[in-house]
């Protein structure tokens, strides 16, 4: 019989309920009849036993032992005989890193998904922090006192950012200041709205009151207004109108990244995969891509992959959208988050894994998002992954990574004109949120906000990179410096995607080195 790929080995004994040893799989995948090799070590393993150690099979072998490939990782099980396994295609050519801006489009590596390798990983050499993570932290009850105490703290915070910029005088004050004064304000935008000679009134609210803002249409930075949502922090500076019942508009200020950020960088060569949307329980998941991209993780090619950052829908739900459940694989949501873990086992055992959730988990809507619940927990509790909140910032050998499932890249994109975010270019929409330092400033639109004793969703820090979801489209680029990824998903077109004119980007993986945060796009479908 040939030999089989220890990758193969891996799932067989998966499907048993095992776990393997490198050098257990090895030693199977290189027996003369592997499958029965495989079929006498689980006869002959006690009954509590849940991994097949080397000295299992080298009893059952009585020491006779083919010509032996390294194999997969330790824990890299993968589900039931549910996908079958496709090669793919050999690496055409890689992904040009040097530009600023990138789209799926432009020549992704396609990748094969099998191969034979031992990944050798120190995993002394690793460090993963988080931070801004509401999980367990949770006190919003809906009261009235709640929601100023969130709205407060967001203008607190991001107002700080932004009073060295300018001569800031609260709304009252300004009101008691005589005509043709200069003025400074930071406030939160409370309305925008057109006069009819086609100039722009910005409300600007701070903790003292109301104060209105006209911006000119002849002025370059009319159109920023057309960059304005609800609820975000601004400062302007301006000149008092002579009846001091309007400010005059020369300069707008966003909290904005500095132009002379400076990331910081891994210090080895070190690479983490950063996907999303994976979408088990629907008809349209794909499978069979999936065990590619896991596949590929056992290969050399991907030796330095330590890093899985999944940026939440692990699942597609239930009830989340109309009719969703004609296009259910998987009808129990339970069982959805069952399938999820054993495709999680496919992943190699060494690999650090760092998971959110996103609007079609089993979660509560309204963000901040705490993690999944200790019942979830407990499914997908392969490889031990780390389940964080949405959002958060994982800090990965010093790189600080902000994950957020992207909820609000659908009201950014639905409020900006097209030139300035699409659905296309996704990444353009995130650099909107990281100017203004916050990934979701606009409330009582189509996002559900949760209010907390602080703002969770403030960008307080600057990260190194941006990593989103949701949109289903694939882009990515840089932003001052900040590296902003949105990270496509693994669920082709459904029904209700045609419905909404959504193509999606499927079966990608960006893969960051952390050491120079150069990307590229491996394509597995």
Known sequence: ???????????????????????????????????????????ELPADAFKVTRADVEAVLDGERGTSRPGGGSDANAPPPHPSVSSGTNASNEVDTTSNDRNPNRSPVETKGSGSFERTVDEALRSVEIAGDVTGHSTGTGAYDD??????????????????????????????????????????????????????????????????????????????????????????????????GIVFVDELYFPDVPRTYKPSTADRHVQAALVSDVHVGSQEFMAEAWTQFTEWLHTAEAEHVEYLLIAGDMVEG?????????????????????????YLKQVPGDMEIIMIPGNHDAVRLAEPQPG?????????????????????????????????????????????????????EPHKAMYHLLKKRHVAPQYGGHMRLAPEEQDYLVIDDVPDVFHTGHVHKLGYGKYHNVLAINSGCWQEQTDFQKSVNIDPDSGYAPIVDLDTLDVTIRKFS
């Open 1 to 43: 019989m040939p030999q089989e790929a220890p990758a193969r080995v891996v799932r067989e004994l998966a499907s048993r309920g095992y776990n393997a040893e490198r050098e257990a799989v090895t030693l199977l995948s290189s027996a003369d009849d592997s499958a029965a090799a495989i079929e006498r070590v689980v006869d």
């Open 147 to 244: 929601f100023v105490k969130v709205f407060r703290d967001r203008y607190d915070r991001l107002g700080s950012k932004l009073r060295g910029r300018v001569n800031h005088r609260p709304t009252d004050s300004i009101e008691d200041m005589v005509g043709g004064s200069d003025v400074g304000l930071v406030g939160m935008v409370n309305d925008v709205r057109s006069t009819k000679n086609g100039h722009w009134i910005v409300e600007l609210e701070d903790t003292n009151g109301v104060f209105p803002c006209l911006v000119t249409k002849d002025r370059d930075l009319a159109d920023s207004v057309d960059e304005l949502l609800f609820d975000e922090v601004i400062a302007i500076e301006g000149t008092l109108s002579d009846d001091a």
């Open 318 to 342: 239930v009830g989340v959208y109309p009719n969703q459940d004609e296009e259910l694989d998987v009808i129990d949501l339970y069982e959805q988050y069952e399938r999820f873990s054993e």
């Open 372 to 424: 999944f619940d200790e019942d979830l927990r407990e499914i997908m509790s392969a490889h031990d992954p780390r389940i964080v909140g949405n959002p958060s910032t994982v800090t990965v050998e010093g790189v600080s990574v902000l994950m957020y499932h992207g909820k609000s890249l659908d009201e950014v994109i639905a409020e900006f004109p097209e030139e300035k975010a699409s659905y296309d």
